[in-house]
């Protein structure tokens, strides 16, 4: 069997070119060009009275199949994401036999905890949440996924896609990747596509408002989850400019930066307010998502802020110890040294205690949540399941507050 870095790279090869399907300007044209090609056109069998007979779906209408159904059959998607891996990497493994206690066989599962569902949740795909679990008995007997295997999968035409899938990649001998990719661009299209219900927050506390963003960092996984703190800085810049003296005459660039405190196109941070006058930088915010501050960040600010007069610069981490003790004294040096030589009032702090202190210096506080809502829902680097997190904290907070009444 092969290595886990050759399975990784096989999918990250699949995404990056599933990613370009959804993104190129031809839209559904190049999708339905990318349906047309052998391996995803060619018609799948199934078996009646143990015959294999035409199922009158192509690979490609299966795949679509099963990712309509989604919601019922997360199992077969991983189990079958895995199966087509396996087969694009290792050309000679019957992928029908996919447990390693079985003559020829391989452990699906195994392969599916330790690299397909890390890599879908780190992506933003559809996951099992314990990783294949919810198949239960209906896909784990000892016998190959070959057209007569005995199962009823919750989802009108599942067994049928998915079985045919198999068999087409390895009794007909048709190329997996193509389906690897495809099952890829249908999940993303169906979560770009996916839209939730947030519940207007009234009536909540400081400490409510404050305890709902950490706990939205706090509980989503994968890739766009470090977005998330920058989302909420960026929502509290929103009300402050309004109301702060010092502010006046400044503008919050939007959206918020995307590539972490680069120095491409005048950015300083990942939040930043500029002078109207000129765009220079006056002051910025670098959010160090389960990261704690170093002494290192700090002394990087003056090659990073390229010769501009930066009024305020904040180095807010996520972690509850946001400095290591240990280099507590060193961290305080070097802010006085980026001091003297900058003119940078650089302020390192813990981003839960600086938003519970943001937010008691605004006089509309509901504000906040409002914007951060309206980011969450818009920002391109939120991924689906992270916006249905905040749907649910929202929801849940609201119902507490209406007990209340």
């Known amino acids: 069997m092969s290595n886990k870095q050759e399975y990784a790279d096989c999918l990250a090869i699949a995404f990056e070119r599933a990613q370009e399907l959804l993104k190129t300007n031809e839209g559904e044209q190049a999708l339905s060009s990318f349906k047309s090609q052998p391996s995803l056109a060619h018609e799948l069998k199934t078996s009646e009275g143990g015959q294999i007979t035409p199922l009158g779906k192509t690979i490609a209408e299966g795949i679509e199949t099963l990712i309509s159904n989604l919601s019922q059959n997360k199992y077969l998607y991983s189990i079958l994401m895995t199966a087509l891996l396996v087969k694009a990497i290792n050309p000679t493994q019957d992928v029908r036999i996919a447990q390693d206690n079985l003559s020829g066989g391989y452990s699906n599962r195994s392969l599916d905890e330790r690299v397909v569902t890390p890599f879908l949740k780190d992506h933003g795909l559809t996951h099992c949440a314990a990783s294949g679990t919810e198949s239960g008995r209906n896909f784990e007997r000892p016998i190959p996924y070959t057209l007569d295997y005995p199962a009823n999968p919750r989802g009108r035409g599942n067994k049928e896609a998915f079985l045919g899938i198999l068999h087409a990649v390895e009794a007909e001998g048709f190329d997996p990747f193509p389906c690897l990719v495809l ?172 938003l519970w202190y943001y937010l008691r210096m605004l006089s509309n506080p509901n504000a906040f949540i409002d914007y951060y809502t309206e980011l969450v829902g818009t920002d391109p680097d939120v991924k689906s399941d992270h916006r249905k997190i905040w749907s649910d904290i929202l929801n849940e907070l609201m119902s507490e507050v209406e007990a209340e009444d």
């Open 183 to 354: 099952l890829m661009v249908l999940d993303l299209r169906n979560k770009a596509e996916e839209n939730y219900e947030y519940t207007r927050a009234e009536g909540l506390t400081i400490q409510s408002m404050a305890d709902a963003v950490i706990q939205h960092y706090q509980i989503s996984r994968g890739n766009g989850r470090s977005r998330l703190p920058v989302l909420a800085i960026q929502a509290i810049y929103r009300c402050l400019m309004p109301e702060v003296a010092r502010f006046e005459g400044k503008e919050l660039r939007h959206p918020p930066n995307r590539h972490t405190a680069n120095d491409k196109e005048g950015w300083i941070g990942d939040v930043q307010v500029d002078w109207l006058s000129d765009g220079t930088p006056f002051e910025g915010v670098e959010i160090k998502a389960g990261k704690q501050i170093t002494s290192y960040t700090v002394r990087a600010l003056p090659r990073k802020f390229q010769g501009a007069s930066v009024d305020r610069y904040y180095i807010l981490s996520t972690e509850e110890v946001y400095i290591a003790p240990e280099n507590d004294e060193e961290i305080n040096k070097a802010v006085k040294e980026v001091r003297q030589a900058t003119g940078c009032q650089i302020i390192v702090n813990g981003l839960n205690r600086s």
